[in-house]
């Protein structure tokens, strides 16, 4: 069965500070993907990462890939209040392709003034 | 090109009673994922599915949660005789193809 962790799971930071939310994964996988979700709303993406070596910023957010570590990491450069909001990875398992992705538990991030 | 539809978007029902909820897919999308999300959780995939097929319902419930992508109209997700523990958020996302999932904005169910 594919898993995906994230942690932290909650995180709390000052603007202007950096910081980096790690997923791993424990097989194979296709394509990798970060969405944002605020509270009492949907999933919005951030990025699709597919293939090793991936990077792809947009922002104040950068999203890479490493296939081989089964890992992808989403660093936080000097953070703003608006980035507040709980952040999840979810990978699409080669196996199973095209028909589901896994979740990880999210991140919840607070950016404190 | 309107985004994901699902209606309703809240939704209170007493225990036993039937829930119904349908994700009206982007144009084009004939690709159809519900996802499942308990409080504080992640979301848990449910059900895939094409028009008129169930492709992968491996992460339904065996029993009271049915779902139908049909030729004509919306895909629904049906809960019979609903339990406190049904109470979540349902999330439907669409594709044109099987790849990049855009979701819609959630229907939050509440079982009293």
């Known amino acids: 069965e594919l898993k995906v962790e994230q942690n932290p799971l909650f995180l709390s930071m000052q603007e202007g500070k950096n910081y980096t939310i790690y997923c791993n994964y424990s097989t194979t996988s296709d394509r990798l993907y970060w969405y944002r979700q605020d509270p009492g709303k949907s999933l919005e993406s951030l990025f699709v990462?597919?293939?090793?070596?991936a990077v792809k910023q947009e922002g104040r957010l950068m999203a890479s890939l490493d296939t081989k570590a089964r890992l992808s990491t989403l660093h936080i450069t000097a953070a703003v209040h608006d980035l507040s909001a709980t952040y999840f990875c979810a990978v699409d398992a080669a196996e199973t392709s095209g028909s589901r992705l896994t979740f990880g538990e999210g991140t919840q991030l607070t950016v404190n003034p | 090109n309107a985004g994901v539809m699902q209606n309703p978007r809240h939704l209170v029902r007493r225990r036993g009673q039937e829930a119904r909820l349908r994700c009206s897919p982007m144009?084009?999308?004939?690709?159809v994922y519900w996802y499942r999300q308990l409080p504080e959780e992640g979301l848990k995939f449910m059900v895939y599915l094409q028009k008129e097929n169930i492709i992968d319902e491996s992460g339904m419930p065996k029993e009271r949660f049915s779902a139908e992508f049909p030729k004509e109209g919306p895909s629904i997700l049906r809960i019979q005789q609903v339990v406190r523990g049904d109470s979540a958020a349902y999330f439907c996302?669409?594709?044109?193809?099987?790849?990049?999932?855009?979701f819609g904005p959630g229907t939050r169910l509440t079982v009293l």
């Open positions: 996302a669409s594709s044109p193809r099987p790849d990049t999932q855009y």
């Open positions: 144009k084009g999308h004939s690709h």
């Open positions: 990462l597919l293939s090793n070596g």
